[in-house]
């Protein structure tokens, strides 16, 4: 299988800060990432699929980018709303595999 | 606009067998190019992709479950199932249906299974 760590495990930023969040897979996995936003109680929502493209309706604030082995997934402006644990997702390999998640705070 | 509901037993003991359909609305399971997955998450832990089916009947498990998991395609009832046998505490989880093409745009809401005696 295909590992994906993302880092860190969790942030904290202020409003209208920059945020970063990385993944990288144990090979190469083109540019099959996702990225998914996930709040407590409800199910995770696709936010960007294949590295950059942004999800119909999504917020332009969220952009993706990378290939191969090294992923980044930016918050340009975070707000409040923002607050969700954040997911990676390959599917160039089966099985899929997800990245251990990234817990987004306010200060 | 499509929507996926998932329903089924919600407590279950050790060692029987963990049984959860997903009903589809607002698309057809026929329509091609789509898998229909299942998904999974711990308590306070991350997600574990489970297996997907297409409306052909195809399937694909994940290896570490491959063992223990069917998933089945009803086109009548545009529906779709999951069952796990010889469940244990740590296939306690929320379980998410979902479509996709690699990407999950669309998920069920989610329904908690407990297994316990």
């Known amino acids: 299988d295909i590992q994906m760590t993302q880092s860190p495990s969790s942030l904290s930023g202020s409003v209208g800060d920059r945020v970063t969040i990385t993944c990288q897979a144990s090979q190469d996995i083109r540019k099959y990432l996702n990225w998914y936003q996930q709040k407590p109680g409800k199910a995770p929502k696709l936010l960007i699929y294949d590295a950059s493209t942004l999800e119909t309706g999504v917020p332009s604030r969220f952009s993706g980018s990378g290939s191969g082995t090294d992923f980044t997934f930016t918050i340009s402006s975070l707000q409040p709303e923002d607050v969700a644990t954040y997911y990676c997702?390959?599917?160039?390999?089966?099985?899929?595999?997800f990245g251990q998640g990234t817990k987004v705070e306010i200060k | 606009q499509l929507q996926l509901q998932e329903s089924g037993s919600g407590l279950v003991k050790p060692s029987q067998t963990l049984s959860l359909t997903c009903a589809v609305s607002g698309g057809s399971i026929s329509s091609g190019g789509y898998s229909w997955s299942w998904i999974r998450q711990p308590p306070g832990k991350g997600l574990e992709w489970i297996g997907y089916?297409?409306?052909?009947?195809?399937?694909y498990y994940n290896p570490s479950l491959k063992s223990r998991v069917t998933i089945l395609v009803d086109r009548s009832k545009n529906q779709f199932s999951l069952k796990l046998s010889s469940v244990t505490a740590a296939d306690t989880a929320v379980y998410y249906c979902?479509?996709?093409?690699?990407?999950?745009?669309?998920w069920g809401q989610g329904t908690l299974v407990t297994v316990s005696s």
């Open positions: 979902a479509r996709g093409l690699g990407y999950y745009g669309h």
């Open positions: 997702q390959q599917y160039n390999n089966l099985p899929w595999t």
């Open positions: 089916i297409y409306h052909s009947g195809s399937t």
